[in-house]
T-cell receptor
Framework: GAVVSQHPSRVICKSGTSVKIECRSL??????MFWYRQFPKQSLMLMAT?????????EQGVEKDKFLINHASLTLSTLTVTSAHPEDSSFYIC???????????????FGPGTRLTVL | GQNIDQPTEMTATEGAIVQINCTYQ??????LFWYQQHAGEAPTFLSY????GLEEKGRFSSFLSRSKGYSYLLLKELQMKDSASYLC??????????FGAGTTVTVRA
């Protein structure tokens, strides 16, 4: 399958600081990237959808000013958690779909995830 | 909206077969995905069904019946490494994935 990377894999920060998470598609052009959050023993919840070159669309209940998303190129999207608080501690996962080998793919490929702990 | 149901847990013995059922109600149909997720890791793609019938991929097969809103993932010749959560997911018209709660499969020796 296609390869999606995320960085960092794990981050611990103090309350009130901002954290940036990068999501990269390594072998295909990601026209759409998705950001999910997963709390322990729960399923993935979609936070936002970002299309290359346009503003992200956020799911209901997700604060766009707190979770800043930038999708500046076909291979990179970033999620910045601003003024993080302990309740933001979670597993953040990105996924991407797009064009691979000249063909559009409906399959979403997931990055390895970023575990954020806010103290 | 999307509503996806799957069992919470299943346990089976190494070498056995397990079938994980998924029923879904979606506004529009855009296929059905199955992902495997090991604890602490991101989901990995297993299968994508758009047409009715069974698709076999090695030890894993996936079945779809669009008229019944039903799919299953079949795991054959279970191995210890198959212990994981299996997620059924349906995409909306704009490719957003809605996930079921996941089925935790425990493989015992």
């Amino acid at each position: 399958g296609a390869v999606v990377s995320q960085h960092p894999s794990r981050v611990i920060c103090k309350s009130g600081t901002s954290v940036k998470i990068e999501c990269r598609s390594l072998d295909f052009q990601a026209t759409t990237m998705f950001w999910y959050r997963q709390f322990p023993k729960q399923s993935l919840m979609l936070m936002a959808t970002s299309n290359e070159g346009s503003k992200a669309t956020y799911e209901q209940g997700v604060e766009k000013d707190k979770f800043l998303i930038n999708h500046a190129s076909l291979t990179l999207s970033t999620l910045t958690v601003t003024s993080a608080h302990p309740e933001d501690s979670s597993f953040y996962i990105c996924s991407a779909r797009g064009v691979r080998g000249g063909l559009s793919t409906d399959t979403q490929y997931f990055g390895p995830g970023t575990r954020l702990t806010v103290l | 909206g999307q509503n996806i149901d799957q069992p919470t847990e299943m346990t089976a013995t190494e070498g056995a077969i397990v079938q994980i059922n998924c029923t879904y109600q979606t506004s529009g149909f855009n296929g059905l995905f199955w992902y495997q997720q090991h604890a602490g890791e991101a989901p990995t793609f297993l299968s994508y069904n758009v047409l009715d019938g069974l698709e076999e991929k090695g030890r894993f097969s996936s079945f779809l019946s669009r008229s019944k809103g039903y799919s299953y993932l079949l795991l054959k010749e279970l191995q210890m490494k198959d212990s994981a959560s299996y997620l059924c997911a349906a995409p909306s018209n704009d490719y957003k994935l809605s996930f079921g709660a996941g089925t935790t499969v425990t493989v015992r020796a």
